[in-house]
T-cell receptor
């Protein structure tokens, strides 16, 4: 079983719909991250959390919100999806020593 | 602002060493150099990291210049499965916040 699990793996949604991407981890890590990747580009940080009560904006947080429901769970929401949010989304975790990050397999989101 | 500069693409013959360069001329004294790779839209995978000494693990070697302004990731015997995008990242370990990814180097291993 994967250490970092993202659901769904693929999703097509319509403009204006609310959608939630979920991430769960079995690493026991405190720190969790959400990134998006557009074709031909690197990963850009959306939000990150260092603890259950801690939420921080990344480079591109506009249009997104997150919830850290438990140490193991970090969900990303698009309140009103728009086509330029079509991208590959990755969740990642790291421990408090922060030496390396572990990534999920990604969620491919298409907004039509 | 980009903290690292990498060539956009490189080729390497199968079985040969792949040497991937990275420039990080503004690196601070407490920043480490990390390398990750991403194989065909999968989640990025950690390879190696170092501060100033050269490092080696089962996947690769990391050579950091004495002035720490550049580094080279070496895959000693490249295989077709090493075809991926390789990201060089500088960040403060242990207390640093995010991992900032640039656009990386797309390595193609040629049979």
């Amino acid at each position: 079983d994967a250490d970092v699990t993202q659901t769904p793996r693929n999703r097509i949604t319509k403009t204006g719909k609310r959608i939630m991407l979920e991430c769960s981890q079995t690493k026991g890590h405190d720190r969790m991250y959400w990134y998006r990747q557009d074709p031909g580009l690197g990963l850009r940080l959306i939000y990150y959390s260092f603890d259950v009560k801690d939420i921080n904006k990344g480079e591109i947080s506009d249009g997104y919100s997150v919830s850290r429901q438990a140490q193991a769970k970090f969900s990303l929401s698009l309140e009103s999806a728009i086509p330029n949010q079509t991208a590959l989304y990755f969740c990642a975790t790291s421990d408090s020593m922060n030496t390396e990050a572990f990534f999920g397999q990604g969620t491919r989101l298409t907004v039509v | 602002d980009a903290k690292t500069t990498q060539p956009p693409s490189m080729d390497c013959a199968e079985g040969r060493a792949a040497n991937l360069p990275c420039n990080h001329s503004t690196i601070s004294g407490n920043e480490y150099v990390y390398w990750y790779r991403q194989i065909h839209s999968q989640g990025p995978q950690y390879i190696i990291h170092g501060l100033k000494n050269n490092e080696t693990n089962e996947m690769a070697s990391l050579i950091i210049t004495e002035d720490r302004k550049s580094s080279t990731l070496i895959l000693p015997h490249a295989t077709l499965r090493d075809t991926a995008v390789y990201y060089c990242i500088v960040r403060v370990a242990y207390t640093g916040n995010q991992f900032y990814f640039g656009t990386g180097t797309s390595l193609t291993v040629i049979p």
